[in-house]
């Protein structure tokens, strides 16, 4: 049942006073509150059984978890992002309010409901009170996200004025759809308003700089999800609801002023929209305020020198530096990078360091507007040159960018994958040797036919045990070939489960992990443990070298080479299709890692 | 209102006597056909253009101020923003297939499929102008010397004419349904919905969105699947809609007749 249909009789609604210049009995006083309180119970209880609520509820909820299932549960980014899901549920409570308010315009019926003892405007004021009926949905997906986000693991705590944002939002969304359907009875512009609602908050560009907040709900920019705890202001929660109820109260005088046709009412609607409207322009004002030099100050000596700030704690001769409140990561840290060290013959002198990075942007306008343009330069600088940033990273420190640990499913175990790897490829010494610029392209190094990848590679196996699919699916295929330039020749490489999510940063962003690296790390799986161990431990110096290469490693298991899937146009016997051209034309080399 | 058999003769109108077998005439299964041209003017006066037109001008205005924006901010619209603009036609459009006294255009000898089908037919021109403008404005945002190619707009279109006929299909649909009254507003979130999860379920993705998918592939793909919706719509909208054969020989038979 959607909210546009027909109500039951009402109880107490004998003859009103008509104020909307209707044709029907004028009753002098008549019990008007307790029509209208009448007619919003039987809206909000049509509401609450709405189909499209309900479906909105449920696509709300989906969108929720969309936008939080992949990445790290931040109560500071997590809380904006239910809004999300709450802008979904007010497309469908706009288009739901719309129709119960255009009711009575639609199809001709306005002569009959003109003959009912409710006037129009009771009527509309009952649609605006029966919103309340949206609240239940609202709770509900506000309720369930965080029960979900607890779960996960949420670092921080959740903001109850975002929250309460969200549902003022659902509000603000069916006062809109109150006014629409009072004015335009059509369904299409009920769907139009909430196609509008969607665009406004979706689009990107739409808005930029610190107007982003004002509009909706923002949904496409910022760096909420990269930032190591809440930043006052970013977002401005407290304005935005207000905006938020301003809106509402906006909406709702429109609504009423439709219906309304006494100039007494009419002169107290003027006034409510007039301060509806400054309460609007104020919250936006407020929303447009830069964030405090002090708050940014200390936000970027956080990013540039995290250290200052984090708490470290040291376990198997591994420090973890954690930013405060993500203390909770430290065993699903430990967890892969213990693994692997418990398989290794000796570590290297270097003690390694796992270490929280921030990835954050700047320039960006949404975080720094209003600052002079010396001093956005100078945060400029610093972040540019903080850890993480630059490839010139220690050779015994592993980066964790803040936001990018998921907190559960595939994605973690793909990002337990690369904490080993990268634990791996330390212990067995690849140095970080990749040049090229952050902000352009880079070139990591590639240990190119050297055993020290392998051995790096099957720790990493042994230690997570990642299914062999996924670790197939990384070699190249017939139609998706990939691989790098070394010393003028084509090198394929193999793409790690994870690869490109940035889960963790590598010393000097990792190397590049070859075809032949990986196929003989799978071939050494299928041997039995103690066996490759005892290979290992006898001459593990030999084994680090760089120039010990695959094939004799593969000579001491007592295995053979697996071979190298080679691209269509270098396989033997290859002939180029008509029309097909073969360019010669080298490319960016990567360098071979040499240490 | 009870639906008639094609069979009987609308031209005999006098009431049959009780007991007296129904006689059915015969009549060329498509005499109908000779009727249309007298329909065409009553059915594009009673399509809904108001509608159809809000809705397309709606997406062509949102484009265009995003244009605005885009030339004086120096970025350039994509094929995405194309795609959110066109959002608003496909709504109109679901309100545009619905036949407002069905149970009365079902008694006529036309079948109540013609005055639908005519009025998508209409449609179909509005929306490909909204298209053809909507693509204008978007290329207008490009420099004429930009680097390399633009993506190719056939796919893009087959896109959006998948998008058409979903919709389409949903409001013939909805319109067999106890919302018949409010088809457009049901089909519009109904095929939104189903445009999404096509989008974002890697099943349906990886047949629908490039890439992964090449241009050709997703080409062919949304005709298939507009292809598909058609047919769903050609049979929801021959649909008999309410069926009361079972209650009708209860009500004419002796024993549930009183007098």
């Known amino acids: 049942m959607t909210a546009t249909g027909g109500g039951p009789a009402l109880p107490g609604t004998d003859a009103p006073a008509r104020d909307d210049g209707g044709s029907g009995v004028t009753a002098a006083h008549a019990p008007r509150l307790r029509t209208v309180l009448d007619l919003a119970k039987v809206e909000a209880s049509l509401l609450v059984r709405s189909l499209l609520v309900l479906a909105g509820l449920l696509a709300g909820g989906a969108v929720v978890w969309v936008f939080i299932h992949r990445a790290e549960p931040l109560w500071w980014e997590v809380g904006w992002k239910i809004g999300f899901g709450q802008l979904v549920l007010g497309m469908a409570v706009l288009v739901a309010a719309q129709l119960a308010a255009g009711r009575a315009r639609r199809d001709g019926l306005a002569d009959l409901y003109a003959s009912f003892p409710a006037t129009a405007a009771a009527r509309t004021l009952a649609h605006l009170a029966g919103l309340a009926g949206a609240v239940p949905a609202s709770l509900l997906l506000v309720g369930a996200a965080t029960a979900v986000v607890q779960v996960r693991g949420a670092i921080g705590i959740p903001g109850v004025v975002v929250l309460a944002g969200g549902l003022l939002l659902v509000i603000a969304a069916g006062a809109a759809g109150v006014a629409i359907g009072s004015r335009f009875p059509h369904p299409l512009a009920g769907v139009l308003g909430a196609l509008a609602l969607l665009l406004s908050s979706g689009t990107y560009r739409l808005a930029s700089g610190a107007a982003i907040w004002l509009v909706p709900w923002e949904t496409s920019q910022g760096q909420l999800g990269e930032l190591p705890g809440p930043l006052a202001g970013y977002p401005p929660a407290g304005a935005h609801a207000a905006e938020l109820a301003g809106l509402a109260a906006l909406a709702g005088t429109a609504a009423l002023a439709v219906t309304v046709r006494r100039a007494r009412a009419r002169g107290g609607l003027a006034a409510a929209g007039i301060i509806a409207a400054a309460v609007i322009c104020s919250a936006g004002a407020l929303q447009l305020r830069p964030i405090p030099t002090a708050d940014l100050n200390h936000l970027v000596s956080e990013v540039a020198d995290p250290a200052s700030v984090q708490r470290c704690t040291t376990a198997s001769q591994v420090r973890y530096c954690l930013f405060p409140g993500f203390g909770g990561q430290l065993l699903s840290l430990e967890a892969p990078v213990h693994a692997v060290l418990a398989q290794l013959p000796a570590r290297p002198d270097q003690p390694l360091t796992v270490r929280q990075v921030v990835g954050l942007s700047l320039p960006d306008p949404a975080l720094t507007h209003g600052h002079p343009n010396r001093e956005v330069s100078q945060w400029d600088a610093q972040v540019q040159h903080a850890p993480g940033n630059t490839i010139a990273a220690p050779a015994a420190t592993i980066y964790l960018p803040v936001g990018a640990w998921p907190a559960a499913g595939g994605q973690l175990a793909d990002a337990n994958f690369d904490l080993a790897l990268a634990t791996a490829q330390w212990a067995v010494r690849i140095p970080p040797q990749t040049t090229g610029s952050p902000t352009s392209e880079l070139f990591p190094c590639v240990p190119l036919d050297q055993a020290r990848e392998a051995v790096a590679i099957w720790l990493a196996i042994l230690a997570t045990h990642p299914p062999a699919s996924e670790l197939q699916d990384g070699l190249p295929t017939g139609t998706h070939f990939f691989g790098a330039e070394v010393r003028n020749t084509f090198v394929p490489t193999w793409h790690y489960p994870g690869f490109g999510a940035g889960y963790v940063t590598p010393p000097g962003g990792g190397p590049g992990n070859t075809a032949a690296g990986f196929l003989l790390a799978n071939a050494m799986t299928s041997l039995p443990e103690q066996q490759v161990s005892h290979v290992l431990t006898d001459a593990w110096g030999r084994w680090l070298n760089w120039r010990t290469t695959d094939a004799q490693l593969a000579a001491a298991l007592g295995i053979r080479m697996p071979s190298v899937p080679l691209p269509p146009s270098l396989r033997p016997g290859f002939k180029p299709q008509p029309g097909m051209r073969i360019v010669n034309q080298p490319g960016p080399q990567n360098p071979v890692c040499t240490a | ?259």
């Open chain 2, 1 to 259: 209102m009870i639906p008639q058999s094609p069979n009987i003769s609308h031209a005999e109108g006098a009431p049959r006597a009780p007991g007296q077998p129904v006689r059915r005439t015969w009549r060329p299964r498509l005499s109908w056909l000779r009727a249309l041209p007298f329909l065409a003017r009553p059915i594009t006066r009673t399509m809904p253009w108001a509608t159809l037109i809000t809705g397309c001008l709606a997406g062509t205005v949102f484009l265009a101020v995003l244009a605005h924006a885009a030339q004086t901010s120096g970025w350039l619209l994509d094929q995405g923003t194309v795609r959110l603009a066109f959002l608003p036609p496909v709504a109109a459009l679901a309100f545009v297939p619905r036949v407002p006294f069905r149970p009365v255009t079902q008694a006529v000898p036309v079948p109540a499929w013609v005055a639908p089908a005519g009025h998508l037919l209409l449609a179909v021109p509005v929306l490909a102008a909204t298209c053809w403008a909507q693509l204008r404005i978007m290329m207008r945002t490009i420099p004429p010397h930009t680097l390399g190619h633009p993506p190719a707009v056939y796919p893009l279109i087959a896109q959006l004419t998948g998008w058409c006929a979903v919709t389409t299909a949903a409001a013939a649909c909805a319109g067999r349904s106890r919302y018949a009254d409010l088809g457009g507003a049901i089909a519009a979130p109904v095929s939104f919905a189903a445009i999404a999860l096509a989008w974002h379920v890697p099943v349906s993705a990886r047949l629908l969105v490039g890439p992964p998918a090449t241009a050709h592939g997703v080409t062919i793909a949304w005709y298939a699947v507009a292809s598909a919706a058609l047919a769903l719509t050609c049979v929801a909208m021959r649909d008999q809609w309410h069926r009361y054969s079972r209650n009708l020989h209860r009500l004419s038979s002796p024993d549930h007749n009183p007098s």
